[in-house]
């Protein structure tokens, strides 16, 4: 199995692009292939590296332009990058019109509630969604807050239980859900941290790739996205 995972800018470095190891390794450890391509919003680029691949990762990354859901930048939102909202628009069109399964991850769910007509908390402190910040700086790695999922929950019935705990590593939410967004998981505070949308696309707020090689949980996030890979191939 072939997966296209976006790379992504660090901030003040937008001219280089990155990918961390804990994406790919937790896909080639569960027999699927990473590719990973440059940030392009060219179609007959992105129609060419989509050519016979089986999933789609929307990895993390900056913050998405609040002008893509009509509001105004806050003096909280931080670096936001067009190039990398223009590729993954493109690439879920793409999966749209190609049935592709696709994951979502911190910055990639937000993008796809984006995509289907949504709203951001551009800060979710700065504008009340909760008083805890959910970047607690530098400890990305450390389990951070519970999750709880809907028992019904794509990723719910893969692992088996409702809760457990998360890492965290992100300032902006989801707000408003968009058109055919269900959402399927909150943190304790009410923060929106996993969602679905059809039978093709899960994502989650926090960062699993970071948590799967030693918690089964986050595991299963992966799990998962692989599974729904091999059940769109039959």
């Not at 959402?183 to 948590?211: K, S, T, Y």
Request: aromatic share 8%; hydrophobic share 40%.
């Amino acid at each position: 199995m072939k997966v296209l995972v976006t790379p992504f800018f660090p901030k003040g470095k937008d001219n280089y692009l990155r990918m961390s190891y804990f994406y790919t390794d937790a896909l080639l450890e569960r027999g699927a292939h990473p590719i990973i391509v440059p940030i392009t919003s060219d179609p007959a680029a992105l129609e060419t590296y989509t050519k016979d691949i089986d999933g789609i990762l929307l990895s993390g990354g900056v913050d998405v332009n609040p002008e893509r859901y009509g509001e105004k930048l806050m003096k909280e939102c931080e670096t936001h990058d067009d190039k990398q909202d223009d590729m993954a628009f493109k690439l879920l069109d793409i999966a749209q019109s190609k049935n592709l399964p696709v994951l979502g991850i911190c910055r990639g769910i937000q993008i796809i509630n984006v995509y289907f007509g949504g709203t951001l908390y551009q800060d979710i402190v700065a504008q009340g969604a909760s008083k805890l910040s959910h970047r607690p700086e530098p400890k990305h790695y450390d389990y951070f807050h519970d999750v709880k999922l809907d028992q019904d929950a794509k990723l719910a019935k893969q692992i088996g239980r409702t809760e457990f705990a998360v890492n965290s590593m992100h300032h902006q939410a989801i707000k408003d859900a968009g058109k055919g967004i269900k959402i399927v998981g909150h943190a304790p505070d009410g923060i929106i941290e996993a969602i679905e949308h059809g039978d093709n696309i899960v994502a989650v707020q926090w960062h699993p790739e970071m948590l799967a090689k030693k918690d089964e949980n986050s595991a299963g996030v992966f799990d998962l996205f692989v599974k729904m890979m091999k059940e769109n191939k039959k």
